[in-house]
């Protein structure tokens, strides 16, 4: 069966260090991969999606990055975090149409 | 082009109340329709999903939706919901022919009383 793994599940970073939040997936080859981030009562909004090794796609324009280093692996990265970087992150991944498979999200506060 | 609108942020009902939680879509093509739902600080479940065939789709915890492409909506419903069904909902729509990014409402926090 397939299964997600997205760490740490929590995470205090203060303003201007690094950030790198890991994902992976087991159990099927070739997802789609996505990272989102929540904010309270403002939903999903897509960060980054990637259809293969190497290909990432931005949605918006901000301090992060993503990189896809193997098959099913996804980071999400910042070099310097800024306050308004924090909120819940989640790891999503899915075949073509069909559903999404999401992590357990990471809860990132910037001081 | 997709887009998912989820009307009503927030719904607060009975223990043992129908709920019915509406979305509309926009979809130039035949859609993929969803429901997740999301305990606090966890990641999101799914529900049920509409696909092809038969527009009502049964899903866990006896919640179902219908799929009506006239008024292009997926509401989702529960005729007697739980205490434990307190929790935010998403409707997501995905579309063939493309990279098939799901695309997701805002999401409808509701809150089950006693």
């Known amino acids: 069966s397939q299964t997600i793994h997205q760490w740490p599940a929590t995470l205090v970073q203060p303003v201007g260090s690094p950030l790198s939040l890991e994902c992976t997936v087991e159990?099927?080859?070739?997802?789609?991969l996505y990272w989102y981030r929540q904010a309270a009562g403002r939903g999903l909004q897509l960060l980054f999606y990637s259809v293969g090794i190497g290909q990432i796609s931005s949605e918006v324009p901000q301090n992060l990055s993503a990189s896809r280093p193997q098959d099913r692996q996804f980071i999400l990265s910042s070099k310097k975090l800024l306050l308004s970087d924090s909120g819940f992150y989640l790891c999503?991944?899915?075949?073509?149409?069909?559903?999404?498979?999401f992590g357990q999200g990471t809860r990132l506060t910037v001081v | 082009a997709q887009s998912v609108t989820q009307l009503g942020s927030h719904v607060s009902v009975s223990e043992g109340a129908l709920v019915l939680l509406r979305c509309n879509y926009s979809s130039s093509v035949p859609p993929y329709l969803f429901w997740y739902v999301q305990y606090p600080n966890q990641g999101l479940q799914l529900l049920l999903k509409y696909t092809t065939g038969a527009t009502l789709v049964k899903g866990i915890n006896g919640f179902e939706a219908e799929f009506n492409k006239s008024q292009t909506s997926f509401h989702l419903r529960k005729p007697s919901v739980h205490i434990s069904d307190t929790a935010e909902y998403f409707c997501?729509?995905?579309?063939?022919?493309?990279?098939?990014?799901?695309?997701f409402g805002r999401g409808t926090s509701l809150i089950v009383h006693p």
């Open positions: 999503a991944w899915s075949r073509q149409v069909d559903e999404a498979f």
């Open positions: 159990g099927t080859s070739n997802p789609n």
């Open positions: 997501a729509v995905t579309q063939g022919g493309g990279s098939y990014i799901p695309t």
